[in-house]
Every structure is written in structure tokens, then in C-alpha cells.
């Protein structure tokens, strides 16, 4: 870092420098840069493309792991999640490297308990791998795991599953309490259809209250695809 020059003569103990590798600038006292306990706030250490940006994470510590989750899925690469995120290429937009700007819309945007999710935007929009303010809300994890495609077996159809005998099996969640079978795929399909539909009417008439009007319109679209 470069010091650049003193603030002013009432101030002797303060200078201003200036961070090289990202020109940041800042106004510090002297005593801070000897013992060198100054940090550049905008060299992205976190994951090697996060920073804090003009705030501190103090006080906004469940913004701040939202965040470096979000990060940390799409770009750590020894992350458990990695394979399902930066592993097939979703990233975070740059804006959103910025912890302060990633601050501004989650203090106008979180709810109390529910999660960050892109994927809702993803199936109304096309396949969307970015985290952007445009392609995320938040949900109430329930309605999130429905969103979610989950293959019980990568051969057949999302939600069915063959036994042992050659039947075929579906039924999404607990909606009857127990799953049904079927000789065919198509009726195990239709099946598993018509109960996620269930489901799906079920959580939004729980959360109408609570989610925001566009956050509905938009899982309302999705229940006309299903």
C-alpha cells in the first residue's frame, strides 16, 4: 500500500493510503498501519472472488453466511454442494461479490426462516446459473425442496421408482401417507403429477400470507407447467 498524504493538522495521526492491487483508498490512523492490522476491504479473499466492500459483517452475521454459502457452493471446489453448482457452471453475478451490495438487497428482500433460492426464476425463465437480484427470492424451505427435481432413479421419470417385481412405484411427499404402485410408467407418472399438484396448492395457501405478491404470481406460473 502507498500513503498518499496526512488528512489535515488536526488530524496528524491519520493518513490516507491506497491499497495497489485494488486501489482502494482509505483514511486510517498511522499507529494501525505500523502494527499493519489494516486490511483492504475490496481484495476478494473469499473464495477468491468475495469481499466485504465499505461494510462490516458485524451485526449482519446471518446476511454475511447467506452470502458466503451462496460463494462458497458456486466456488469451492472441496464444498460437498460444489458438483451441483460450480461444477455444471452456476456462478454469482460480480455485483454480488460485493457483500455490501449483496447487504442492500438482502435487508429489503430476506424473510424470517426462509432460504435464498434462484431456482423458481430458473424453471419460468430457462436454466439459470447465475445468482443475480433478478433470478432470486426467498422461500420457506418447504416450498424450496418442491421445487427441487429429485431423480430416485436417473432411468425413469422424476419421482418413480421400480421394485423388485417390475412395478412401478410413485407419489410425491406425504400427501396420502403412503406412495402407490402401478404396472405401467405413465400411470405412475400422471400419478406422482397429480399428488406434487396437491402438495404444491397446499404449501402456497400456507405461505399466501406471507410471501410477497410477485414471489406467488411467480410460484403460481410454475404450478401451470407442472
Not at 13 to 24: E, P, Q, Y
Not at 49 to 66: F, I
Not at 74 to 85: A, F, I, N, V
Not at 125 to 146: Q, W
Amino acid at each position: 500500500m502507498l500513503v498518499l498524504s496526512t488528512v489535515d493538522c488536526v488530524k496528524k495521526n491519520k493518513v490516507v493510503i491506497r491499497f495497489l492491487d485494488t486501489g482502494t483508498e482509505l483514511e486510517v490512523y498511522k499507529s494501525n498501519v505500523r502494527a499493519g492490522i489494516v486490511k483492504d476491504t475490496y481484495r476478494p479473499v473469499i473464495f477468491g472472488v468475495g469481499y466485504l466492500g465499505s461494510v462490516s459483517m458485524k451485526g449482519d452475521s446471518k446476511a454475511y453466511r447467506t452470502w458466503g454459502n451462496m460463494l462458497r457452493r458456486c466456488y469451492d471446489k472441496e464444498d460437498t454442494r460444489y458438483s451441483l453448482y460450480g461444477g455444471v457452471g452456476v456462478k454469482v453475478c460480480t455485483t454480488w461479490h460485493n457483500f455490501t451490495n449483496f447487504l442492500k438487497w438482502y435487508k429489503t428482500n430476506y424473510i424470517t426462516g426462509y432460504t435464498l433460492d434462484k431456482d423458481l426464476t430458473s424453471f419460468l425463465e430457462g436454466d439459470a446459473k447465475v445468482y443475480t437480484r433478478d433470478t432470486c427470492v426467498f422461500l420457506p424451505h418447504t416450498i424450496n425442496n418442491f421445487l427441487s427435481v429429485k431423480h430416485i432413479n436417473r432411468e425413469l421419470p422424476v419421482g418413480v421408482w421400480e421394485d423388485s417385481l417390475g412395478m412401478y412405484w410413485s407419489g410425491y411427499g406425504r400427501i396420502n401417507k403412503k406412495q402407490k404402485r402401478f404396472e405401467t410408467i405413465p400411470e405412475a407418472v400422471a400419478y406422482h403429477r397429480e399428488t406434487k399438484i396437491l402438495a404444491g396448492k397446499a404449501l402456497l395457501d400456507k405461505h399466501r400470507d406471507t410471501l410477497p405478491e410477485e414471489t406467488m404470481g411467480l410460484l403460481e406460473r410454475y404450478m401451470l407447467t407442472l
